[in-house]
């Protein structure tokens, strides 16, 4: 077990100012998640243009450290990715964080892949990977406009 | 009492967890367990299992015998007036769900309400919930003042006409808030209302007497009083007991059965449907034991010198807040620290092997109403002594070092 690379520097700052923090003007897509165990919520916001790519996106919410850098750092590389590109980034970062040793997405640039590599650390706890998860279950929800709520307990 | 000796009791503290010694500052969520309790699980599985209640045959007898005379020592060591008074159940939860279920089957009309308080845990609110839905009664609570307690004045100033039942913790699993039990009995009882006690925290914490506190119910988690898992007991006064009907149907709790009639078993029979769990009811004959040698003055006394040393060690750490500060209080310290989740908060101590717990503690109520979504709990028990509370301070400010905070 190491803290140290649980909370890396980059976690703290995006855990402490977090990034596309708010409400997207005219979203046209929006879903809720929440973490049952721990009363943490999110709400992500969504606006796609005609060619269904992310023209802005962003979060609502509150949570510890680790889940206010996920939501910080993934809605930072979302933006500008299309529909199909961000449902695969979502398929690999939480294969990343399941089992996967390394991401493996061509959508993400070297740097990208760096950055979101930060969130490794949570594997070694397993009753935190939830916090670092939710927004990203979420996501999907909003962009497949299922309109349930994300229930992280009932997430395998 | 030695404390030393003690903690030697608890086999958990002979091992090494992750690398620590362990620090445990969760026993309000589940105390560890003596061997003597342990052992006595072992044994009877091991030298003398049967089902009680049942056969005739000696092990069936000499089970039953052993189950009983649980039942006799916790009528004892609650001061209850009748043995009969004592029903097993799973847990404080199935307890609690059992009054609410049966005053709600057979005493609360439409309209009727149930008061309880905005310090309650789950499964004193949920279990009503479900007559706000059935039955359409109300449900109301009354508020917390500025130090996070509840006043019997406040208690009486939530009274209306229509309030029939009144369910309250008797210690707050967050605060630690004490309240006025017998106070507040005793108004309830003038205006014809019931009282019901979620004792979960008051067992392990406080010298409990049913006849003096007079309360109708009283709900005891025994995984938290140095028993086992799987196990509660639900107090109830006799003339309760035998007006309320059965909550669980099967066997064990009927008289007799016929295909157009069936009549239910005595106290406390009527309310023990099916098999027990009578491995752990045997067991925590051994935890009231366990209790009974320290003598529960001393566990008091040594519980409020511990709070009183983490308070103050607490209030000296900038950016550590506690939570209430309630006059009378045991066995719970919750704090929030600024800029550190909760959670944060619990998997860095965690490192250092000191264990709390953190979230809203089964109490969303309490946490929306302060305007926090989460705290954290640091919790003692018969085991801790004074260094664990100074391992707490040091794995706060090692926290406070990770988040670069001074
Ligand atoms: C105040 C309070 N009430 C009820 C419960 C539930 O008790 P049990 O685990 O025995 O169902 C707990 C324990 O979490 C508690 O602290």
């Known amino acids: 077990m190491n803290l140290k690379e649980l909370y890396q520097e980059i976690i703290l700052e995006h855990g402490k100012n977090p990034r596309n923090l708010g409400k997207t003007d005219n979203f046209n897509k929006d879903a809720k998640g929440h973490n049952p165990l721990c009363g943490d919520n999110v709400h992500v916001y969504l606006k796609l243009n005609g060619q269904k790519i992310v023209e802005d996106i962003s979060f609502e919410g509150s949570g510890c450290a680790i889940s206010m850098a996920s939501a910080s750092i993934m809605t930072d590389l979302i933006k500008g990715k299309n529909e199909h590109e961000a449902k695969e980034i979502v398929e690999d970062f939480l294969g990343m964080i399941k089992e996967n040793p390394k991401l493996n997405s061509e959508n993400l640039k070297e740097d990208e892949k760096t950055k979101l590599m930060c969130l490794s650390g949570v594997k070694q706890y397993p009753m935190r990977v939830k916090c670092a998860t939710l927004s990203w279950h979420t996501l999907i929800s909003a962009i497949d406009n299922t309109q349930e709520e994300i229930n992280s307990e009932k997430l395998d | 009492m030695n404390i030393d000796t003690i903690k030697k009791e608890f086999p958990i503290f002979d091992e090494k967890i992750q690398n620590n010694d362990l620090v445990y500052l969760d026993s309000a969520n589940s105390s560890q367990k003596p061997k003597v309790v342990i052992d006595r699980i072992n044994e009877f599985y091991t030298k003398e299992f049967s089902n009680v209640g049942r056969s005739v045959h000696y092990l069936a007898v000499a ?69 706000r839905k059935s039955k359409k009664i109300k449900i109301n609570f009354a508020e917390i003042n500025d130090d996070i307690e509840i006043t019997l004045e406040e208690i009486e100033k939530k009274i209306t006409s229509r309030t029939k039942i009144i369910s309250i913790t008797h210690l707050s699993n967050v605060t630690g808030a004490i309240l006025p039990i017998k106070e507040i009995t005793e108004l309830a009882h003038s205006k014809g209302i019931v009282v019901v006690v979620d004792g979960c925290q008051g067992a392990p914490h406080l010298k409990l007497d049913m006849q003096d506190l007079d309360c109708d119910f ?103 807040k506690l939570i209430g500060n309630p006059k009378n209080k045991g066995g719970v310290l919750s704090f929030t620290i600024e800029g550190i989740h909760p959670h944060d908060v619990a998997t860095i101590l965690d490192e250092d092997g000191v264990a709390i717990r953190a979230g809203h503690h089964c109490c969303q109520i309490l946490h929306d109403k302060l305007n926090i979504p989460a705290s954290s709990r640091a919790s003692v028990g018969v085991y801790n002594t004074r260094n664990d509370l100074d391992k707490l301070n040091e794995a706060i400010n090692n926290c406070k070092k990770i988040f670069n905070q001074k």
């Not at chain 2, 752990?280 to 003598?295: C, P, T, W, Y």
């Open chain 2, 63 to 131: 089970a039953t015998n052993l189950y009983e005379n649980t039942r006799a020592s916790v009528q004892k060591f609650i001061n209850a007036k009748d043995k009969n008074e004592i029903v097993f159940t799973k847990g404080a939860t199935e307890a609690l769900n059992l009054v609410a279920n049966t005053l709600g089957q057979n005493y609360l009309q439409e309209g009727d309400e149930v008061l309880i308080t905005e310090l309650e845990h789950h499964s004193n609110y949920v279990p009503w919930h479900f007559l």
């Open chain 2, 218 to 320: 009283y709900a005891i988690s025994c995984h938290k009083m140095y028993g086992p898992t799987g196990l509660g007991v639900l107090y109830g006064k006799k003339k309760w007991l035998e007006e309320l009907p059965p909550y669980q149907g099967g066997g064990g709790m009927i008289n007799e059965v016929k295909k157009d009639r069936i009549s239910y078993g005595n106290l406390p029979n009527k309310f023990e449907a099916g098999t027990m769990a009578t491995a752990q009811v045997i067991a925590f004959d051994q935890s009231i034991k366990f209790l009974e040698r320290i003598g529960i003055d001393n566990v008091v006394k040594h519980e409020a010198d511990l709070i009183e040393y983490g308070q103050e060690l607490l209030q000296k750490n900038n950016s550590v």
